[in-house]
């Protein structure tokens, strides 16, 4: 087995209302920042996975993604993986 290491952006959606998003933007214009626009705030994940190859662990990080960590009703996701073996 080897170790990998996953990087996840999971995002709301665009076309999907952003309150906290909206709420940063605003106080962007309160601290003189107003070039600063349309802020979409979402999470990251950092996860470390123990596969067979790095098709399998992309495999199962996609599948995390779907079932769980994202909802993909709301949200999209994005990811990249690493190997954590030199």
């Given at each position: ?18 309150p ?21 705030i ?45």
């Amino acid at each position: 087995m080897k170790k990998f290491q996953a990087e996840i952006d999971v995002m709301p959606k665009k076309e999907i209302l952003d309150p906290q998003g909206k709420a940063v933007t605003g106080s962007m214009k309160n601290l003189g920042l107003s070039e600063i626009q349309n802020i979409r705030i979402g999470k990251h994940i950092s996860l470390e996975i123990e596969a067979d190859s790095a098709e399998t662990a992309h495999n199962k990080v996609e599948q995390a993604c779907k079932s769980l960590l994202a909802n993909l009703i709301m949200e999209s996701y994005s990811f990249r993986i690493e190997s954590l073996e030199a």
